[in-house]
């Protein structure tokens, strides 16, 4: 498993992938951030891939928040909250980047198909989330951006 002081937080691709605007990455750029198969639920809230994820989303690098957040995915508990947390945002990550293309009716799809796989907030924070964190993801991808 990658520790935080093994990798730099401050990489960035050299572009945010847009399909049919600009090459895609080569594969296995993003492996140096997929967490260990065997990591727990626990440590998959503190794992790179998680925090670079949300860098990425940020700094509107949909794709690739896309790519290393679907590592974490794929690696929770089935029916649980944080695994419908990271499923919610990588819809967010798919409406960010149709709304980067253009593609407002495909965009407002994806939100509503995040809004339905958010979990109820419960507990004030899953994997350091709040619901307000999730609102201010769901806004940022929310926004059209025209193309040009």
Not at 114 to 128: E, L, Q, V, Y
Request: aromatic share 12%; glycine share 6%; proline share 5%.
């Amino acid at each position: 498993m990658f520790q935080f002081h093994e990798l730099d937080l401050n990489w960035r691709p050299s572009h945010a992938y847009i399909p049919g605007k600009n090459s895609r990455h080569s594969d296995g750029v993003f492996d140096q951030f997929k967490p260990d198969l065997s990591i727990s639920d626990e440590e998959l809230a503190n794992c790179i891939a998680w925090h670079i994820g949300q860098l990425f989303f940020r700094e509107e690098y949909y794709w690739e928040a896309h790519e290393v957040w679907e590592a974490v995915w794929i690696l929770l508990d089935q029916e649980s909250a944080p695994r419908a947390l990271v499923r919610s945002l990588i819809q967010l990550t798919n409406a960010g980047l149709k709304g980067k293309m253009g593609r407002e009716k495909a965009q407002t799809r994806l939100l509503d198909l995040a809004k339905a796989a958010c979990p109820d907030f419960n507990s004030p924070k899953i994997m350091g989330f709040t619901q307000q964190s999730w609102r201010d993801f769901y806004g940022q991808a929310s926004r059209s951006i025209p193309h040009g």
